[in-house]
């Protein structure tokens, strides 16, 4: 999720919306069904077409598949998923990780403190990540992030007796946990105590290494020689390393700090930081006050290294990734073997980066040694040409204007100030990058663009202004190598109902044919393929812009979207199903699937979301009572938890 879609990118390079008019005349994407929309991604004339393509066979259309039956939307407090599954809760916030034996329990009264749920599943649960051990399928670790937190859920009263107590049980429920995992008769639970348990919170000592890595901009009173964070927060999606660890990404790092002293810098400014803080983390920790430590910010916006077999390694914070809002961090290689990682940056008018390593990886590489591979090489933002055709523009100091003149001494500054370098590079606005993908048999990649809310013109592609919706688009690298500096790019679907009497509402979708009408959804989030190139899509509505029950009466969307889904599509023919819906106010995150493809993972984030975080739980008029899952009427207050849903017959989900 985005708090700040309100902060708009002033810079002046064009606009998605702007090309998908241009290529949309040229393809005339509008008329095509699913098969005409991948022949103009893929049989367009150029150096993507003539490539020889990756060797693997497409994924088999859904229609040719044994299948599950599609479900409706729902408006129920619950999880619904197709006739022959089921679902089960793996963990919830507040459960222990099994770090230690005895740990302390669930308290439905929120009466925790710091030191327990720092041995707990932290806050609002979002990307996650399966690693398996051994060989038999029967166990694996989880690594799981926590995104943020609700004041009014967190305490029994809220920010009420705001005190250094309340900031530090904050802190501990943010950041990322790491559970054992084994599976019996086709189920999985959490295997407490565990040597690999672990929880890394926003106090949890990490290590910067890049670029950045000791550079004045993040130098601190308490850590002059800036190597070392205390922390990570807000992290969102993340990735999977080939080595075997976890990339989690910090994203809206901006809302922890508030400059209590003079105006925000111009800095400041672009990345979002204000005056105040809805955390109110510094008014006990000095560090986040930005008048009083104005470099501590630049230490957060990074995306973080973490090795899920080792409990004792540090996390390492990867500073040649760029700072910005980050999203997740998909990773594959490129032919020669060098590491690429796509990301994006989720805000409204802001960029899809990414990162090609200088040196190559080889199976069975030491985890530590091929993590610095993600300290030396070149970050690239994406520029999307109007004639289908994009490419990737590096972002390196002394380079193209990123030098002493436009405020980037080095390439330290260049990484610090990422947004700023990829204007003066005249990178695509976006509305606002969320989830990349790369599909498992071919050199073909998928973001999904949740929304844009702000937008003011509407174009022939997409012909909504502003948009609520969002898309996915997706392109494929020239002669099928990841680090090619350009690619062939193409929308997938555009978001919205294909029924809306009001054409600014109706998706128009070009790779969404008519005979997905029962699959309409809205703000496409969460995005995976599975081994056999399935693409899972996951949305985010957001409470108190288009679907809560209480809204739906002024807005009418609810009845169309309903509670926030899980979708499945095949990217070969467009077709659409809808296979999973939420309890109320719930967003979808994280995705996961065992080996076999027999167990789905995914997380149900701050179901019965509040209109104001801060709302106290014990009102009897508070938000939260909207949604009782998962423990029911007696369970205290909604908790986000991991489900694992199978098929009752053990097949693999989704076929």
């Keep these: 999720m985005s708090a700040d879609d309100e902060i708009v990118n002033p810079s002046h390079g064009p606009r998605f919306t702007d090309l998908l008019a241009l290529a949309a005349s040229r393809r005339q994407l509008l008329k095509l069904g699913a098969a005409g929309a991948a022949l103009a991604l893929f049989g367009r004339s150029g150096a993507a077409a003539d490539a020889p393509a ?17 479900i409706a939307t729902s408006t129920e407090d619950t999880v619904r998923v197709p006739p022959g599954y089921e679902w089960a809760v793996l963990t919830r916030w507040g459960d222990p990780v099994g770090a230690q034996a005895g740990q302390p329990r669930w308290r439905s009264d929120a009466g ?27 166990r694996a670790l989880l690594a799981l992030n926590h995104e943020y937190v609700d004041h009014g859920l967190l305490f029994a009263d809220g920010m009420d007796g705001w005190s250094a107590a309340k900031v530090a049980k904050s802190m501990a429920a943010h950041g990322v946990s790491v559970v054992e995992l084994v599976q019996a008769d086709g189920r999985w639970s959490v295997v407490s105590p565990s040597q690999y348990a672990r929880r890394i919170t926003a106090a949890t000592p990490m290590r910067l290494a890049g670029p950045a890595a000791g550079h004045a901009l993040l130098a601190t009173a308490a850590d002059p020689q800036a190597q070392t964070v205390l922390g990570t927060f807000n992290n969102c999606a ?12 910090e994203e809206n790092f ?14 400041e400014k672009r990345y979002g930081i204000r005056e105040k803080s809805d955390y109110r983390w510094h008014e006990h920790e000095p560090r986040f006050d930005s008048a009083l430590h104005p470099n501590e910010a630049h230490r957060f916006g990074w995306v973080v290294e973490i090795d899920p077999h080792d409990p004792a390694a540090v996390p390492v914070k990867r500073t040649a990734l760029g700072r910005f809002k980050h999203e997740n961090a998909a990773v594959t290689l490129a032919a020669d073997g060098r590491v690429v990682v796509y990301l994006g940056d989720d805000q409204a008018n802001e960029y899809l980066y990414r990162y090609v390593s200088k040196g190559r990886y080889a199976p069975g ?12 090489g070149t970050l690239s933002v994406a520029h999307f040409g109007a004639d289908g055709h994009g490419e990737w523009r590096a972002l390196v100091h002394g380079r193209d204007g990123l030098d002493a003149g436009n405020g980037f001494a080095d390439q330290a500054e260049v990484l610090v100030k990422t947004r700023l370098a990829a204007d003066v590079r005249g990178a695509t606005k976006l509305d606002r990058t969320e989830w990349v993908a790369i599909h498992p048999g071919r050199a073909e990649v998928a973001v999904t663009l949740t929304n844009n809310s702000g937008r003011k013109s509407a174009d022939a592609a997409d012909p909504r202004a502003p948009n609520p919706h969002g898309h996915i688009l997706r ?31 109706r998706g128009n979708q070009p790779g969404l044919n008519a005979a997905n009408t029962d699959a309409a959804f809205s703000s496409p989030d969460g995005l995976a393929f599975d081994a056999r190139g399935l693409l899972w899509i996951e949305t985010d509505v957001s409470t108190g812009k288009l679907w809560h029950p209480q809204l739906a009466p002024k807005q009418g969307a609810y009845q169309v979207f309903g509670n926030n889904q899980l979708l499945v599509a095949n990217p070969d023919t467009g077709e659409i199903r809808r296979f999973l819906t939420g309890p109320v106010g719930c967003e979808l995150t994280g995705i996961a699937f065992s080996p076999d493809l027999r167990t789905l993972f995914v997380n149900i984030q701050h179901p019965g979301e ?34 694992a849903i199978r098929r009752t017959d053990g097949g693999p989900v989704g076929s």
């Excluded at 002669?479 to 509402?505: N, R, T, Y």
Aim: charge should be negative; include cysteine; charged fraction near 15%.
């Design 54 to 70: 990756a060797a693997a066979a497409p994924a088999a259309a859904l229609a040719g598949l044994p299948g599950f039956t599609a």
């Design 112 to 138: 925790n403190d710091a030191a327990e749920q720092a041995l707990q599943f932290g806050m609002h649960h979002d990307g996650m990540a399966l690693f398996p051990l051994g060989t038999d399928g029967t």
């Design 238 to 249: 993340c990735g999977q390393t080939p080595w075997g660890t976890y990339l989690s990404c």
């Design 254 to 267: 901006n809302g922890y700090f508030a400059r209590t002293a003079g105006e925000p810098t111009a800095l």
């Design 365 to 376: 590489m030491a985890r530590a040694a091929a993590g610095a591979l993600l300290d030396d």
């Design 475 to 505: 392109w494929r690298p020239d002669g099928a190598d990841h680090a090619a500096d350009g690619f062939a790019w193409e929308v997938f679907v555009l978001a919205g109902d294909p029924q809306a009497e009001d054409a600014s509402a």
């Design 610 to 643: 509040p209109l104001d975080a801060n709302t106290e739980f014990n009102d009897p008029t508070a938000p939260q009572r909207w949604s009782q899952w998962p423990d029911g009427p007696g369970g205290g207050r909604p908790r986000s938890a991991t489900l």
